[in-house]
């Protein structure tokens, strides 16, 4: 009697995959995803967005897989930034450098500290004291915005690529509806970058269509040896509870996360045209550092002043 095949993932569709057939169906998603939205041009300088962690390790490994059957996978950089989370980044830091190192990409990083003064540790341990009410993904993506985009353009890059997958979208999306951020909402998708601004550099989403639990399984069944920790600060955060209710509802009703993402994309370009296109949104400069800004003073000079002002 023949045995049956070791299977490891089943489609939506009811069909069971071995390890080796969801690769190549992994693989091919997120290619497919790459033609199908337009993300990469032949003459692109590429910087991956680094952590260390699964998503952008399998970001980095599929774009540069991707542009090895073009020749063109020396137009890839990474870029990693170190918030100066103890017990958590060091790790991912350590897995990073080898990773790339074994791949033939260079790596750069910057940090927090360097560019802002504080690690995110010592802000918000500081915000804390002083009985500041700010979270610290808050502080951390303020500053990270910032870094990626500085960091990028400093390294020539024409597009930053970001290991956000299904889950992190769908999130967004909710996250930005639930807190009135039309324009915010606007700007996701899995080319950013709607904005036109020399400084701005445009973020591209290979990940776009692969679940979490994807991911995970790909970076497994491939041997990468990432830690799946996640950040001490992702507790008990508004995302951190959107993902248990996303989570649960895709549970019991199989396809929800792809709904988010699908209703997101059909009324995109509207939301473009009310909330961006009405030049509403039009850009000045931050009178402190020069970046883009809407207001006279940027969001990451201010969150720099009030992580640094120890009164
Ligand atoms: S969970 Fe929050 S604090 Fe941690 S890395 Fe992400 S944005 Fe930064």
Redesign the pocket.
Known sequence: MSEEPAYVYQLQNGKKLTAPEFVIYFEQKVFKTIRKFNLFELDDKLVIALSGGKDSITALYLTHKFLSKKNLQHNIKALLID?G?DGYRPATIKFAEQFTKNLGVELHIESYKNNYGKT?DSSVNLLKEKGKNIS??NI??TF?RNALNVGARKLEATKVVTGHNIDDESQNILLNIFKNNFKILARLGPFNGVVENELFVPRVKPLYLCTEKEVRLYTILKGFDVGYDE?P??RG?FRDELSEIVNKLEDEHKGVKNSIINFFLEIQDSLKEKYIEDGSDSINYCTKCGEPSQRIVCNTCSMKDLVNNEN
Do not use: K, V
């Open positions: 918030e989370i995110l610290p993904c951390c993506g990270r950040c600060y992702s955060s």
